[in-house]
């Protein structure tokens, strides 16, 4: 077995004990009040109500946020002698559509970037990565040190993604490294019975639904096979018809089956039809099909796998994304029961439980790699992202949560945020590209290093222009002599 395939295989086992782990604890459910619907809230989801990232007394994904916020002594900023120079003070995290990959393909300094991250820099060091939330973190691009991909789209089992990513970005990645926007999910699969899948490619999310272990899966298919009525200007393909399960096949009616909960996988292939079946779900008594609540607070809990209204693909402007379709149900829902208010939930970003979910996961791999500490996260990440709604926002309110760690986030031109417009969630930087990014936050990091007076016989010999640069918040035009990171 490779070095790589030895590393990947032990981080995965390591990582599915901790999503074992997950699923064992118990959760204390929101109180919602009276004007709102009566789905239990999880709390390491945003409610429609909550200003900001959510904050809870315990996250979805583990322990105590005392204990998932990052709790740490400084870490030597490079790996310990015998090993190459791998940074392991500082890490990235990076939204994935609009940072690296744009309508399927990837922007062609992700690939540049990666290799940098790999040891392709003037410094001559590897770089741990993580990868965004809809989008990734990840470890150092090394043969022997696995990474970690976390980002909000989905619709596809894990491995199929993981293929995608590999491919594009031409760096192996394993399924025990990537973490989607539904994989939380997955944590529900013993909580609720039947329950409605909505979005994605044909058959596929159920599919995903039933391989987290969900018993009883439905789709807005089915119910339109069951009653084509139920949305009037929508007619199945003979494909779509075939394949949706006959809800009816036992001789019962639709309105024996109750729905206990609603779960929003991937972004909707039709928008009205999905609109419509999820409203009559949280208008119903109780999650059962085709009845009508008179309170209109009886409906079973909805949720999405992330928050973006907006999301970069291949055309030339931002895309409606799963965000926007949420805003629909609730809008639509208080519009048509009297001015009730509906409460949903989303995983993703901006919460900072998806930020802190990262952070564990970073430091089970660190002491898996490196020896140390668990509880050693590194004192830098810098987060990647162009959606400054989400990913600007989230890295902020994460910054501030962070006791030990900071949260640098850099905004990148590629993808929804639009060139010359003043962001509403400010970035410490804003750059053009991933590439320029990575360069900015390893200058970064070198920078500090060489400003120091002792680092343990590793000082980073930097110029006076170099870090009176850093001091002013500019990155450095560097100007090095022969030194460790410097080519004999």
Not at 20 to 34: I, Q, R, V, Y
Not at 409 to 425: D, F, H, R
Request: glycine residues 10%.
């Amino acid at each position: 077995m490779s070095s790589r395939q030895a590393s990947s295989s032990s981080f995965a086992e390591a990582f599915e004990a901790a999503r074992h782990k997950l699923g064992h604890l118990t959760f204390e459910d929101a109180d919602l009040g009276e004007e709102n619907s009566s789905a239990s809230s999880s709390p390491a989801l945003s409610s429609t109500d909550s200003e900001g990232p959510v904050s809870s007394v315990e996250s979805l994904f583990g322990t105590p946020l005392s204990l998932a916020s990052p709790l740490s002594t400084p870490v030597n900023p490079v790996s310990p002698s015998g090993e190459p120079n791998v940074a392991d003070n500082f890490a990235f995290a990076f939204d994935i559509d609009g940072v690296l990959i744009r309508g399927g393909r990837p922007i062609p300094e992700a690939i540049e970037a990666m290799k940098v991250l790999n040891g392709e820099n003037e410094f001559g060091i590897q770089v741990y990565v993580y990868q965004d939330p809809r989008v990734c973190s990840w470890g150092a691009l090394t043969s022997s040190r696995p990474y970690i991909f976390l980002t909000n789209g989905g619709g596809k089992f894990e491995t199929e993604r993981c293929l995608d990513l590999s491919r594009q970005l031409e760096i192996d990645v394993s399924p025990g490294q990537f973490i989607c926007g539904h994989t939380p999910m997955r944590e529900f699969a013993n909580r609720y019975g039947t329950v409605l899948v909505v979005g994605g490619e044909g058959e596929k999310c159920r599919e995903v639904a039933e391989g987290y272990g969900f018993r009883d899966v439905i789709t807005p298919g089915d119910i339109l096979k069951a009653n084509a009525a139920t949305a009037p200007f929508r007619q199945l393909t003979k494909s779509e018809h075939e394949n949706s399960r006959d809800l009816l096949a036992d001789g019962g009616c639709l309105n024996d089956i109750v729905v206990e909960a609603v779960f929003v996988f991937a972004d909707s292939r039709d928008w009205a039809s999905d609109l419509q079946i999820m409203l009559d779900i949280a208008q119903s008594k109780g999650g059962r099909l085709e009845t009508r609540s008179e309170t209109f607070n009886e409906g079973p809990p909805i949720y999405f796998s992330h928050n973006d209204v907006l999301w970069s693909s291949s055309h030339e402007h931002a895309r409606l994304g799963m965000g926007a379709l949420r805003r629909m149900v609730e809008t639509v829902f208080e519009d048509t029961s009297g001015g009730r208010k509906l409460r949903t939930h989303a995983f993703g970003k901006p919460q900072v439980s998806t930020f802190e979910f990262a952070t564990r996961l970073l430091q089970q791999w660190r002491a898996a790699q490196h020896g140390l500490a668990e509880s050693e996260p590194p004192a830098t990440v810098y987060f990647v992202g162009d959606t400054p709604e989400s990913d600007i926002r989230g890295t902020n309110a994460m910054n501030e949560r962070s006791e030990h760690t900071e949260w640098y986030s850099i905004l990148v031109k590629t993808g929804v945020y639009q060139a010359g417009t003043e962001p509403k969630y400010k970035p410490k930087k804003l750059v053009d590209t991933v590439l320029n990014a990575v360069n900015h936050g390893i200058r970064r990091e070198m920078s500090k290093l060489g400003s120091r007076k002792s680092t343990g016989g590793r000082l980073l010999p930097l110029d006076d222009a170099a870090l009176k640069a850093l001091a002013e918040g500019r990155t450095p035009n560097f100007a090095t002599r022969a030194g460790p990171f410097s080519d004999p």
